[in-house]
């Protein structure tokens, strides 16, 4: 079984609706990212997580929200999709403090139409 | 100045060929440095961490300068299965908590 899981792997929705892309792990790790990743850009920083009651914005958190259910699940929220929203989007995981070395999940392909 | 930078490639080089990336960064405070291999529309795996004193696995070897702040990856007898784009990746922030992903570096290995 997979580590870091992410469910759905795909998903087509309309604008405006709200989204919610979910993130599980069996690593034991405290810490959990969200990035996104477009065509010809590097991976992004939505938002970070070091437990459930320590969350942080990352570099593009504009639309966007989460929710760290437990150490082990981390939630990524689109209150209301827009276009420009459609990327792929990983979950990561990191135990190490120092070095920070990232496993990531298998992704969610998003359409927003 | 971007925080990470590579050259995108592609690079297309025949099998048994060696080939390097490199990579610079921005801030000097940088702490750690890796190398991820993603496979198109996969997930960033990683590939190796990058060690002041340089580090080895198996064809795969790693480099960095701090001085020149550039970090270096050599894929010697290349396979096939080395085909993927090679990304720069290194750990900032003020909690050293945050990792920069360069664009990544397209490697196409041919028969």
């Known amino acids: 079984d997979a580590d870091v899981t992410q469910t759905p792997r795909n998903r087509i929705t309309k604008t405006g609706k709200r989204i919610m892309l979910e993130c599980s792990q069996t690593k034991g790790h405290d810490r959990m990212y969200w990035y996104r990743q477009d065509p010809g850009l590097g991976l992004r920083l939505i938002y970070y997580s070091f437990d459930v009651k320590d969350i942080n914005k990352g570099e593009i958190s504009d639309g966007y929200s989460v929710s760290r259910q437990a150490q082990a699940k981390f939630s990524l929220s689109l209150e209301s999709a827009i276009p420009n929203q459609t990327a792929l989007y990983f979950c990561?995981?990191?135990?190490?403090?120092?070095?920070?070395?990232?496993?990531f999940g298998p992704g969610t392909r998003l359409t927003v139409l | 100045r971007k925080e990470v930078e590579q050259d995108p490639g592609p690079f297309n080089v025949p099998e048994g060929a060696t080939v390097a990336f490199n990579c610079t960064y921005s801030?000097?405070?940088?702490?750690?440095f890796f190398w991820y291999r993603q496979d198109c529309r996969k997930e960033p795996k990683l590939l190796m961490s990058v060690y002041s004193s340089g580090n080895e696995d198996g064809r795969f070897t790693a480099q960095l300068n701090r001085a020149s702040q550039y970090i270096s990856l050599l894929i010697r007898d290349s396979k096939l299965s080395d085909s993927a784009t090679y990304l720069c990746v290194v750990n900032m922030g003020a909690r050293a908590d945050k990792l920069i992903f360069g664009t990544g570096t397209r490697l196409q290995v041919f028969p």
């Open positions: 801030n000097s405070a940088s702490q750690s």
């Open positions: 990561a995981t990191s135990e190490d403090r120092v070095r920070n070395e990232q496993f």
